[in-house]
């Protein structure tokens, strides 16, 4: 992971300054930001490989900003950070769609090793060679490329971007239809059967989009068959 950069949000100059130079003695650049606003805004930036998240944010929450970064369907490792160690604190960061949570004090070998494990996952979680074009909307696999509709788009960036979690229907339909004040999470079932219609045969794409019973659904990643793969 040498080389890769980690966005700090933290709004005290002094932590993010001593993780910054922290992170960039184990070979890291570091961006910092200071407002949830402007954590946001660069989030999505393709350099940035992972964020490290502080609880409070002066006044704001930490936690409501993994939130909102889950809800948009960004995928990248969070991990938060916080002096706060009661079962609850960290419950409440997990849920929120956070990686991990570093408890204060805590020593940088163990802070690099756990961002580690968190980046290792989240590569081989992504489907291989797939793209998507938030441009264009275009969805482009290894044996073919598709374009969707704006929600369409939006709910396969959901999905991808957990990809190996299961999402629940209350979760996609409050991240993508709740403002619109759509009344039926039905609409989330009518979305998931477009996307698997127009992205068949998965193998073209890498990944199928399963339904698990009573709980939602989830982007599985398929394992290309040939020799010394087992299948």
């Given at each position: 992971?040498?080389?890769?950069?980690i966005?700090?949000?933290?709004?005290?100059?002094?932590?993010t300054?001593?993780?910054?130079?922290?992170?960039?003695?184990h070979?890291?650049?570091?961006?910092?930001?200071?407002?949830?606003?402007?954590?946001?805004?660069?989030?999505?930036?393709?350099?940035?490989?992972?964020?490290?998240?502080?609880v409070?944010?002066?006044?704001?929450s930490?936690?409501?900003?993994?939130?909102?970064?889950?809800?948009?369907?960004?995928?990248?490792?969070?991990?938060?950070?916080?002096?706060?160690?009661?079962?609850?604190?960290?419950?409440a960061?997990?849920?929120?769609?956070?990686?991990?949570?570093?408890?204060?004090?805590?020593?940088?070998?163990?802070?690099?090793?756990?961002?580690?494990?968190?980046?290792r996952?989240?590569?081989?979680a992504?489907?291989?060679?797939?793209?998507?074009?938030?441009?264009?909307?275009?969805?482009?696999?290894?044996?073919?490329?598709?374009?969707?509709?704006?929600?369409?788009?939006?709910?396969?960036?959901?999905?991808?971007?957990?990809?190996?979690?299961?999402?629940?229907?209350?979760?996609?339909?409050?991240?993508l239809?709740?403002?619109?004040?759509?009344?039926?999470?039905?609409?989330?079932d009518?979305?998931?059967?477009?996307?698997?219609?127009?992205?068949?045969?998965?193998?073209?794409?890498?990944?199928?989009?399963?339904?698990?019973?009573?709980?939602?659904?989830v982007?599985?990643?398929?394992?290309?068959?040939?020799?010394?793969?087992?299948?």
């Open positions: 992971m040498s080389g890769a950069t966005l700090i949000v933290d709004d005290d100059p002094e932590i300054d001593a993780l910054a130079r922290g992170l960039r003695m070979g890291y650049d570091t961006l910092a930001e200071h407002t949830v606003a402007g954590a946001r805004a660069r989030i999505g930036r393709p350099e940035v490989a992972a964020a490290i998240v502080d409070m944010i002066g006044a704001e930490g936690i409501a900003l993994v939130q909102a970064i889950r809800a948009a369907g960004i995928a990248k490792p969070v991990l938060m950070l916080s002096a706060l160690s009661e079962v609850e604190d960290r419950a960061g997990l849920a929120a769609g956070a990686d991990d949570y570093v408890v204060k004090p805590f020593s940088f070998d163990e802070l690099i090793a756990r961002l580690q494990v968190q980046e996952r989240a590569g081989a992504a489907a291989p060679g797939l793209l998507l074009d938030a441009a264009t909307r275009t969805v482009q696999g290894a044996g073919a490329a598709v374009d969707l509709t704006e929600r369409e788009f939006a709910l396969l960036q959901m999905l991808h971007g957990r990809a190996g979690q299961v999402l629940t229907r209350g979760e996609i339909f409050d991240a239809w709740a403002a619109e004040g759509t009344s039926s999470e039905n609409v989330v009518v979305y998931i059967g477009y996307l698997r219609k127009k992205l068949s045969p998965g193998a073209d794409f890498g990944f199928e989009i399963k339904t698990i019973r009573n709980r939602g659904f982007l599985e990643t398929l394992r290309k068959s040939g020799p010394g793969s087992g299948s």
